[in-house]
Structures are given as C-alpha cells and as structure tokens.
C-alpha cells in the first residue's frame, strides 16, 4: 500500500539562479559606432519592425533583448496612455505555455473507503482514506495520509468524485483533480452530461507533465490575459498566484510597472522550464500587426524566428518564416548566423565573468571547440557543472583537463547539423 504525503506547495523557483540571458546588459556597443547610428538612422526613418532570421543559438533573443535595454525608456516612455491599445494588443499575440513534471497517482477510482479513528473524541474522526486507483496497467491501493485525508476527503466529496471517475492525484500536494468517467461506466449515466474518459494507460504512480494549476498537459495563456488577472495582485508572484487571479478577473488599470513584474514571472518560469513562450499569431493577429505598425504611436517591434518556410498558425497556407507576405514587406529583416570560435569563446568568457567563475584561457578555447561541435547554448550550460566538478576537486578555477573534459564526456549533446534550422521548431 502506497502512502499519498501532502506538503504544503512550495514554489520551485530557485531565488540565486542566473538566467539565461543576465550577461545581456545591452548592445555593448560605443555611441556612435556603426550599429548605433545605423539604427537611430533606423528609427528616423520610421522603421518600427525587423525580422531576425537564423538558426538556434545564433544569439537572436540576446540581440532583441539588447536592443529593447538600449532603447528601454524610449519604447515606453512618453506616450504609455496612447499606446496602451497597441500594448495590449501585443501581448495578446504572446502566449505563454506553462508545463511542469509532476509526481501524480492517476486512474479510475475502485474502492473510496474511509476508516474512522477511536480516538477522535467528539464526533467522527477519519484517521485516512483508502483510494484504489486503476490503470489498464493494474491497480493500485493508496492509503491517503491522516494529515491530508481529511482535506481529500473533502476534495473528493466536493467534486463528488465516486467509484468509476478517472482522477489524478498530485502526490506533493495532495490535490485532486476529477478528469472525468470512466468509459468502462459509459451505459450507466446520461451520455451528455457526463465527459467520459478511457481508463489511463502505464502505471497508477508515474511523472507526468502537467500544469500545477488546470492539471492539463499544457495550458496556453496569453500575456495580456495574465496581466488583466494581475491588476491588483492579492497573491504572492509564482505562477500558481498569477495564474490563481484569472479567476477573479477585474476591471483595473494595468500599467508598466505591473507588465514589467509579470515578465519578470514569467522570465523567471521560463528559465526554469516551467514555462515557453509561443507565438499566438494567427491571420488576424497578423492582420492587426499590418496595421499597428504603421501608426505611429507603435511600439518598436523584434520578431525572431528560426523556422522556415512553413505554414501560418491556423491555416495551411506555407510562408517564408510562417509570417504573411504582405506583413514582411514591413519587416527589416536581419540574418543571424553560428558564431565562429573566437566569437563564441568571448560570449563564453562574458558568461563565465557573470557566474563568477574562474576559467583558464585553454579552456575557454576548449569551450570555444565545443561550441562550434554542439552549440553555444550547450557550451554555456557546461560552466555550471564544471564549476562543481572543480570545487570537489578543490580548486576554484576550472582546468581543461579534469573539469571541462569530464564534463563533457557525462553530458550528452546533440552534434550540429549542416542546416541548423529546425522547421519544426515554433518560434517566433
Ligand atoms: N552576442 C551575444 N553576447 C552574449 N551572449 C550571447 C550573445 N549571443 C547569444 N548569447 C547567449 O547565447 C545563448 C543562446 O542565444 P539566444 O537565446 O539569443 O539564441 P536564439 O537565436 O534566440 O536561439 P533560438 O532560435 O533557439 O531561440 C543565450 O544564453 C544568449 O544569452
């Protein structure tokens, strides 16, 4: 008999993690120097929207992120009121995806059976539940914890969850989530009222990825939804928070501050794998952007993609960069293209300087070889690991030869292709 533990849920955000993209403090660029001028020259002559093209990892995120610090107070500075449609508009074109492996009990319930404890003093006192849930694998008996009985017991009677109902389980908090009946009960109940389930596959106990908060495998929420949700924020600033004021929407003023704290959320999520930005665009976004850019009051717009031609969301009509045609006419497109060596050894340097760590010149070169064989991305995740390998070896500065070579012979990494774009792949 397995025993269900309930802990009180913890966010798993880690506070002193460095993300992806903390090195990024701007263009680094002179005032003055070719890319500067280029670009107020830009901005003077009205262009408002580029298309960064090119592989994974060729640095458009960290160009785009770049430049919106450069030009930070300007893209939202004067006229916030006036834009504040356009805005909203955007981030509704944003969405993000939240997705979390979770520990979760799922099947169809066989046997709800509560046992009542002696000494409860007044009244009834359950001392636990006993919950057999079925899988087409087998089924499993799970003795719910005193401490937490009670609350699922409550859970399950709340959403009248009964014998024949498919549920999950969340074995770290305990909650419980009625996915629907069992198809196996089908004739029993009226068929419309009811959303029948097949019984589910593999093992009762097993990860699964699931939203912590709708229990979907996924769940897409647009940026603009969340920050409706989060006018005044009554909650604390993980995602279960945010994503708790979505129930409670009201009519508030959003302003630049609460936008900038929900990216910093949603930045921090997405660092963590919690959570990945995909693109909402479909026709009509398109549609509206073909517009909005051309007013004035628009924002300074950065796409990026790595995709090629495919098709545009929400239809089969195949686009270069799955972008309409007449939207990138308006575009600048911009190329980017695999560092070379000497390029991907200074960004690794750069990240090194942030993590604090020490690394010897020979094995930034190594780095550097590494990079161009994997990929930068891959390069840079080495450090961490290899600051730790390091340590137990008791130096602070990481060598080529027992930190980074060792490293690199544990961890697994896909070689680079020829054509490094990935069709698939749905950025933008
Ligand atoms: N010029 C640069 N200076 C500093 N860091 C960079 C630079 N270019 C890329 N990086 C870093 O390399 C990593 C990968 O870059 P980035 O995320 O910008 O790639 P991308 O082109 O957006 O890739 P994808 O298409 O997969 O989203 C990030 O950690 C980024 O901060």
């Known amino acids: 008999m397995e025993k269900v533990k309930i802990e ?118 359950i001392s636990h539940v006993i919950i057999g849930l079925k899988t087409v694998k087998g089924t499993k008996q799970l003795k719910l914890d005193p401490t937490i009985s009670i609350s699922s017991y409550i859970y399950c009677f709340d959403s009248q969850v009964a014998v024949g109902d498919v549920i999950y389980i969340e074995a770290n908090s305990g909650a419980v989530k009625r996915v629907g009946r069992s198809d196996a009960f089908a004739t029993e109940f009226d068929l419309e009222a009811e959303e029948y389930v097949p019984l589910p596959k593999g093992e009762v106990h097993k990860r699964k990825r699931l939203c912590r908060f709708t229990f979907s495998t996924t769940f897409d929420v647009t940026l603009q939804d969340l920050d409706a949700a989060n006018a ?40 963590e794998g919690v959570a990945e930005l995909v693109h909402m665009l479909d026709m009509e976004c398109f549609s509206y952007l073909n517009r909005a850019l051309e007013s004035s009051l628009s924002p300074i717009v950065i796409f990026a993609t790595n995709r090629g031609v495919c098709n545009v969301r929400g239809t089969d009509m195949p686009s270069p960069h799955g972008v309409p045609i007449d939207l990138l006419d308006r575009l600048v497109i911009i190329r980017t293209q695999i560092y070379n060596p000497s390029e991907m050894i200074q960004i690794i340097a750069i990240r090194a300087q942030v993590e604090e760590l020490t690394v010897d010149e020979e094995c930034l070169v190594l780095l550097g070889d590494i990079g161009q064989r994997t990929s930068l991305r891959h390069a840079v995740q080495l450090l961490s690991p290899a600051s730790i390998v390091a340590k137990m070896n008791g130096r602070d500065n990481i060598c080529k030869m027992d930190d980074i070579d060792d490293v690199f012979s544990y961890l697994l990494a896909k070689e680079i292709n020829e054509e490094n774009e990935d069709p698939n792949q749905s950025q933008i």
């Open 232 to 271: 005044q924020p009554q909650g604390g600033q993980d995602i279960l928070s945010l994503m708790g004021q979505m129930m409670k929407p009201r009519k508030t003023e959003i302003t630049d501050k609460l936008r900038q704290e929900i990216n910093k959320v949603v930045n921090r999520y997405i660092d």
């Open 8 to 125: 009180e849920i913890q966010s798993t955000a880690k506070k002193q993690r460095i993300a992806t993209h903390t090195h990024i403090k701007g263009l680094g660029l002179e005032r003055g120097s070719w890319s500067c001028s280029r670009h107020d020259q830009a901005e003077e002559n009205g262009w408002q929207s580029s298309l960064l093209a090119g592989p994974p990892g060729t640095g458009k995120t960290a160009l785009a992120l770049g430049i919106s610090q450069e030009l930070g107070s300007k893209v939202y500075s004067s006229e916030v009121k006036k834009t504040e449609v356009l805005m909203e508009n955007f981030r509704r074109a944003i969405g993000l995806r939240i997705k979390e492996t979770k520990d979760v009990y799922e099947g169809e319930v066989s046997v709800p059976e509560e046992t009542e404890s002696l000494t409860g003093g007044y009244g009834k006192s």
